[in-house]
Nanobody, 128 residues
Framework: QVQLVESGGGSVQAGGSLRLSCAAS????????MAWFRQAPGKEREWVGS????????DYLDSVKGRFTISRDNAKNTLYLEMNTLKPEDTAMYYC?????????????????????WGQGTQVTVSS
C-alpha cells in the first residue's frame, strides 16, 4: 500500500519560513512524479510545484518561484517543500501527491487529476 505522510506545517508571521516534509512508503516504481498542492478555504486545490524522481526539472507555480524550493532525500524517501518569505496568501492546507504518469511532453502534471496518491495534508497559516 502506497502512503504519503506530511508534516511540518504551522503558524508563522509574514516573512517567515517553514519546511514541509512528505515521507513516502510502499513504492515499487523507481521513477514517478511528486508534487505539492495547496487548498485554501473555498478555493480549488492548487498545484504549487512538482518534480520527477527520475531526474529533470522541478517546476513551480509562478507566485512561489524564488520563495519555495522542492527537494528530495532519496535515502529517506522524503520530499520537502522549503517555504521562505511567506505571505498571508500562502495560507492553506498543503498536500503532497504522487503520480505515475506524465503529460505528452514528458512533464509532471500541474493539476490534481494527474496524481493517484495523496497525503492527509498539513496546515500552513501565515499572519500579517
Amino acid at each position: 500500500q502506497v502512503q504519503l505522510v506530511e508534516s511540518g506545517g504551522g503558524s508563522v508571521q509574514a516573512g517567515g519560513s517553514l519546511r514541509l516534509s512528505c515521507a513516502a512508503s510502499g513504492y515499487t516504481s523507481s521513477s514517478y512524479c511528486m508534487a505539492w498542492f495547496r487548498q485554501a478555504p473555498g478555493k480549488e486545490r492548487e498545484w504549487v510545484g512538482s518534480t520527477y524522481t527520475g531526474g529533470g526539472t522541478t517546476d513551480y507555480l509562478d507566485s512561489v518561484k524564488g520563495r519555495f524550493t522542492i527537494s528530495r532525500d532519496n535515502a529517506k524517501n522524503t520530499l520537502y517543500l522549503e517555504m521562505n518569505t511567506l505571505k498571508p496568501e500562502d495560507t492553506a492546507m498543503y498536500y503532497c501527491a504522487a503520480g505515475f504518469s506524465r503529460d505528452s511532453g514528458g512533464f509532471c502534471y500541474r493539476h490534481r487529476y494527474g496524481y493517484n496518491v495523496w497525503g492527509q495534508g498539513t496546515q500552513v497559516t501565515v499572519s500579517s
